[in-house]
C-alpha cells in the first residue's frame, strides 16, 4: 500500500515538474522614459544556465535596452534591440536581475514578451531530484523490471519537448502581437493622412468655386483684384 502511494506521489510529483518547471513568461509594459528590472533567485545547484528570450511586440520603433546583472557585475548588455535570445552559464548562486530600459524614449510606452528558462549541465530541464526523493520505491520495483530512471529519462525528454512547442507557440504569438501592432499602426497613419488630404481637397475646390463665382460678379472684390491683375 505504501509502495503504491510512492508511485502515486512520484507520478504525481512528475506532472507538477512537466507543468511547472523552472520556466516563466511574462509580458509587461514600460513606460516612457522608465526601466522595469526583475530578479531571479537561483539556488539549486543542478541549474547551470539560464537562458532568456524577449521580443518588443509593441510601441514607438519596437526597440528596448536590455540588461542583465548579477550584482554590480554586467553580465549582458544590448541596446536599441527589438528582440533577443541569450544563454549563459550561471557560475554562482544568487539573484540575478533583468532590466528593460525605455528611458530614452520621451512620449511611447513599449509591451514587450520574456521568457526565462533555468537549465542543467546538459542544457535540458533537471528532474532528477524526483528520482532521489522516492528511492525506496526504485529499489523496490527495480526487481520487476520497472525502473524509476528510465522512467525518468522518458519525462523528461517529454517536458524538453513540450518546452520547445511552448516556446515556438509564444514566439509566434509574440510576433502575431508585433505584427498586428504594426498593422494597427499604419492603418491609423494611412487614415490620418487620408482625411488631411481629404479635407485639403474640398477646401482648395470651394476657393476654386469661389474665386471663379467671384470672375463673373461685379461686385465681388475679388473679382475686382482678379481682373485688374489680369487686364
Not at 550584482?71 to 532590466?99: A, P, R, W
Not at 549541465?121 to 522516492?134: H, I
Not at 512547442?165 to 492603418?187: G, K, P, T, V, W
Request: proline share 0%; net charge negative.
Amino acid at each position: 500500500m505504501d509502495s503504491d502511494l510512492y508511485i502515486f506521489l512520484y507520478i504525481f510529483s512528475l506532472f507538477i515538474h512537466i507543468c511547472c518547471g523552472a520556466e516563466y513568461a511574462y509580458t509587461i509594459e514600460v513606460d516612457a522614459g522608465k526601466h522595469n528590472c526583475f530578479f531571479q533567485t537561483v539556488n539549486n545547484t543542478h541549474h547551470k544556465f539560464m537562458e532568456i528570450d524577449y521580443q518588443v511586440v509593441d510601441g514607438g520603433d519596437l526597440n528596448i535596452n536590455f540588461m542583465m546583472l548579477f550584482g554590480t557585475k554586467i553580465l549582458l548588455q544590448e541596446m536599441m534591440k527589438v528582440e533577443g535570445s541569450h544563454k549563459f552559464s550561471m557560475e554562482e548562486s544568487g539573484d540575478y536581475q533583468l532590466c528593460f530600459d525605455n528611458s530614452f524614449s520621451y512620449q511611447t510606452r513599449k509591451v514587450l514578451f520574456f521568457e526565462l528558462f533555468l537549465l542543467d549541465e546538459n542544457g535540458s530541464f533537471d528532474e532528477t531530484n524526483t528520482v532521489e526523493e522516492f528511492g525506496p520505491v526504485r529499489h523496490e520495483y527495480s526487481g520487476l523490471g520497472f525502473e524509476m530512471q528510465k522512467f525518468q529519462k522518458a519525462s523528461n525528454n517529454i517536458k524538453n519537448l513540450l518546452n520547445k512547442i511552448e516556446y515556438h507557440q509564444s514566439l509566434l504569438r509574440a510576433y502575431e502581437a508585433r505584427d498586428r501592432a504594426i498593422m494597427n499602426a499604419n492603418f491609423d497613419r494611412v487614415t490620418l493622412w487620408s482625411v488631411v488630404n481629404s479635407i485639403i481637397l474640398v477646401i482648395v475646390g470651394l476657393l476654386q468655386v469661389y474665386m471663379i463665382r467671384s470672375l463673373f460678379e461685379d461686385n465681388s472684390k475679388l473679382g475686382q483684384l482678379l481682373r485688374r491683375q489680369h487686364f
